[in-house]
């Protein structure tokens, strides 16, 4: 009988998960984005929100109380002990956040549940799941898209880039690798192939 499948899908900032996820998700797929979860973490109001201003200090806070995540982000990315400090605050969340949404995925019937974990290698979670969805792109086009869809100057893009593992070191772990160098359209065939080779490791 086919059994439901919870795979990870990762990639380094820029690769183009949130697009690929977009495109699982229309295959049928339930996603659960650490990216979001990480922002619940830290909602207005949150626990979450009230430590991180505890150890960065009220500059990271806007004037109606949100947090301001570029002055977070050009703090943590110039400075490892600080994202440190951040991942410690936000990551055992993130990760109740997303055992909760798995548990409620599968009491749904849900038969493919995609977690997208950008920092997945990183964090050491990879085994936890059936498989794992590898989105990559050079590191000069992974660049240009932060510096042109996310306004970033090319220091700060490049700080990010540098704040997370070479991708050669995360092929080697992936179960399946998806290339996102060239035009969107290039991503559809290539979604396709893997979700049918998971709809066949479900058999
Ligand atoms: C530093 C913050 C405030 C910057 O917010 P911003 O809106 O600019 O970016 P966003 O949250 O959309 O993240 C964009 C990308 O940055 C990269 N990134 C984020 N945090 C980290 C980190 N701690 N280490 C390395 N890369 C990171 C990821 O590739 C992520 O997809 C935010 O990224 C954050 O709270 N990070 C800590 C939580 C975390 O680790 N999130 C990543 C997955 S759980
Ligand atoms: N093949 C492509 N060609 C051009 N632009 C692309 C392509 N794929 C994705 N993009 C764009 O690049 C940016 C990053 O893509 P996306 O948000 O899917 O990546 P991500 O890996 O989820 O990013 P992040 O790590 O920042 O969350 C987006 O603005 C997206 O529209």
Redesign the pocket.
Known sequence: MAHALHLALT?N????????AALFASHGATIIDA?LLAREAVAPGSPGLAAVVAHFGPAVLQPNGTLDRAALREQVFADPAARDALNAIVHPDVRRRREVAVQDALARGDQVIISDI?LLFEVGLEQQFDGVIL?DAAPAVRLG?LVR?RGLSAEEAQRMIDAQWPSERKRAGATWIID?D???EA?VTQVAAVWDAIERARR
């Open positions: 990639g900032i820029a690769s183009g998960k949130s697009t690929v990216d950008p989105v898209r869809d996102n060239g035009p969107r991503l």
